[in-house]
Every structure is written in C-alpha cells, then in structure tokens.
C-alpha cells in the first residue's frame, strides 16, 4: 500500500511532550498522528478503538506504566510499539524488549532518529489478527469451571469473609479455585489475605477480548495457602476502568482455567453486580439475622425478580449468628420464613477465629478448626454439590462453541 500513512498514536503523561512528538511527527507526509492517551489504561483503550500501526510510549505513566500497557497491547493489537524514555540505560531496554517493543529511543528523539525509527516500527509490525483469532479458538475448547457469586445488600454482612473461604474450601489437590473481588472501588480481598495489588482485575478486563492463560497467570495473585486471587483495582477511581461486560468476560475466561470462580462483590446493585449474577452458575445472598437486613434483601429478591431472575439458582446464608440465645438477634429459621427462602447455613458470630485470621492474612477456615470454620466448611460442600449438579465430563470437543453463541453467555446463557 503505497499511499497508505503511518497511523501513530503518542502516548504520554506530560501533554507538552505529546505536542512535541506530534510537531516533529506533522512534517513528515508519510505520517499522521491519530490519538493520544496519557496513562498506560488509557493507551490500552483508545489503541483497541483506532488501531494505529505505530505506537510511540512512554515508560513512566500514573496507573499502568508503559512497559505493562505494551504487554498488553502486542497480544491484542497488530502494531509496533516503540518505547519512548528519558531512562536510557540498559535494564529499562530489556524489559521494553521483553514486553514486546520494537524499538527503544531516548527522549527527546531527535527528528532524524525519530522517523527513522517510526518507518522501521512500522515496516515490522506484526499482522497477527490470525494468530489472535486462534488463540479464540483454543479457548472455546477448555474446559468449563463453576461460577459461584457472593452477594449482599448489607455492608458488612461478610460477603468478603464467605467469599474467602469458601474459594479456600474448595480448592484442592484436584480442583483449581480462584477469588475475584468484584468490590471495585473498595475491595478488601487483598486486605484479608494480606497481599499487595499491584497488578489487579483492570489489566484484564482491559484485555477482556483476548485473554488467554498466560495473560490471566501474569495477574493472578498466589497465596501462600494454594488460592489463587485476582484483586480488584488498586484505587477507587480505577473501578471505572472496568466495563461490566468485560468482567463478565474476565470472569467466564477464568472459569475456562479454574474448577470454581468465586466473586465477591460490593453492595451495589448496578450493571456489575447483575451482570455478575446473569453469569453466575450459583449466586449466594449473605444475611444478618436482624430486620434492617432481611428488609434489604426483600427488597433485591423483588427487584431480581422483576428482572427475570432465575430464583433457582440462589442460595442463602445467614452470617453472623450470635452463639448466645439471649443476644436479641432474629433466630435465623424465622428470617428463613420471613424471606420465604431455604436457609442453607447459619454461620456463628465468632470475632476472636475472625480477627486472628485476618490478622494472620489467611482464611479462617485455614486458621482455626472451630467454629465458624466448620460451618463455611460444610457450607462449601453444599455449594459444590449445587454446582456440580448436572455437570457432566465432557470431551474437550463437547465443549466447543461457535463464536456467537458465546458472546451471549453461551454455556449458561439466558439465566435471566
Ligand atoms: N461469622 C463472623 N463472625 C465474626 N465476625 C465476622 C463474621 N463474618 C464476618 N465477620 C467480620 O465482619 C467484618 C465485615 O466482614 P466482611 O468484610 O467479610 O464483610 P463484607 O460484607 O464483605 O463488607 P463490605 O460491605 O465492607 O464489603 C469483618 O471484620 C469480619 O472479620
Ligand atoms: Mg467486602
């Protein structure tokens, strides 16, 4: 294609650097400028909206830095990437090759090195569009874990503690399970389990369309206990980064990897939380036994149930069940009756087993034999079986899907 420009998109957090590479870029006729971004996120997004052949990146960027968007951006999208730093020296180099770069060039370029280095980016970007469509077709034929999403409209109902603990309980030597914290803006998994953040669910869901299990590996927290995490953003402001239908995706690619997927979510019952429960296999409420909790959680079940929810996948628990009768608390049976809902456990209030394993950073029923492990214990067993119901073992072919099909929640689709 003779005629064709080089289409580039600069990315920076400083704007005047930005208008300095577009100035230099704009006397050249073989090239345009067609976009900018200023964070790492931002990169990943506008690059996926206008496809640019060439993409000039900084490294230090606030949220994600350069060298993790290039990552990114080199499985996802057929272009060059060409770093673009003050730092010079050797390390920062490497890695940028290592993420996927081209070409590393020292800020400010000059106008020579600059177009020079474009043309070649651009003669060796890649057109791996076929590559990426297969790796779509690899993933249709793994195989299909179970969804399980933890939810309540009380704050501090224990969501994030059953949720936990029940991914814990289900792991095993034969069973891989994976905790997602959903809880965009102030989940606390990593709080519980005492670890760090740093790379979190927007890294994925920023590469929702493309992710395999290498991309899911390269963000998933390990434990120390064998529970695989994948965190939620590091700050609040970052849960706008993700799109409901791209947790939907993040979370139904990990159900490709992992037996079970266990979400904890927050309290709001936006489009996250109902998309969440659309793809859940099972959606666990979590109760109190007192009235202002039964009342929220009417209140949800009417609304699902105007939405077309399919009630036979819920389940119910009541946690935080005082151990002395004469606490004043609802005896749970009688929320049970209230809600016309099945109660499927009683969890006891126990704060001295709660507050050691949180500030041991492990899972309770890790930490102490007792109750209130017992009891998430064999609540586990109840959700496995639940899920496991009607799940047959299949062939690897069984499992494969046309494209279409499972755009629209395929395996599970039409739970609403
Ligand atoms: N069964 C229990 N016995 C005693 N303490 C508990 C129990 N379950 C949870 N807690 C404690 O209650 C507090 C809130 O629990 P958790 O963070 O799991 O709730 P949550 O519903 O996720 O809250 P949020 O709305 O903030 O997400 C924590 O300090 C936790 O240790
Ligand atoms: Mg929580």
Known sequence: MADEKIRIMIVDDVVESQKNLARLLSFENDME??????????ALEEARKIQPHVILMDINMPDMDGIRATEIITKSIPCSVVMISVQSDRDYMRRAMQAGAVDFIAKPPSAEELYATVRNAYQRRPTFTKEIKEKKEERAVKVSGKILVVYSPQGGAGVTTVAVNMAAA???????????????????????????????????AQ???????????????????GLNILAAPKRPEEAELVAPANLGKVVQALAEQYDYVVVDTSLHLDDIT???????????????P???AAKNLRVVLDLLNQLGF??????????RVPTDKR????NPEDVGNLLKLQVAAAIPSVEKAMYDALNRGV????????????????????????????????DEDDFVQPEGDRQKGGRRGGLF
Do not use: C, W
Not at 33 to 42: C, D, H, L, R
Not at 310 to 319: E, G, P, T
């Open 33 to 42: 400028v067609i976009g900018f971004a200023s964070t790492g996120a931002e």
């Open 170 to 204: 289900m792991m095993s030597d034969y069973h891989r399970a994976i905790l997602v914290d959903a809880n965009l803006q102030f989940g606390d998994v990593v709080v519980h389990l005492d670890r760090p953040n740093e790379r979190n669910l927007v890294d994925l």
């Open 207 to 225: 590469a929702a369309d493309i992710l395999d299990n290498e991309l899911i590996q390269q963000v998933v927290i390990q434990h120390d206990s």
């Open 274 to 288: 109902l998309n969440l429960f659309e793809i859940a296999d099972v959606v666990m409420f979590v109760g109190l």
């Open 290 to 292: 007192m009235i202002p």
């Open 310 to 319: 399919d009630s036979s996948k819920s389940m119910f628990v009541i946690n």
């Open 327 to 330: 606490s004043g608390a609802l």
């Open 363 to 394: 899972p309770v029923i890790i930490s102490t034999k007792s109750s209130p492990s017992k009891e998430l214990r064999d609540l586990a067993q109840v959700v496995m079986e639940r899920l496991n119901q009607g799940r047959i073992e299949l």
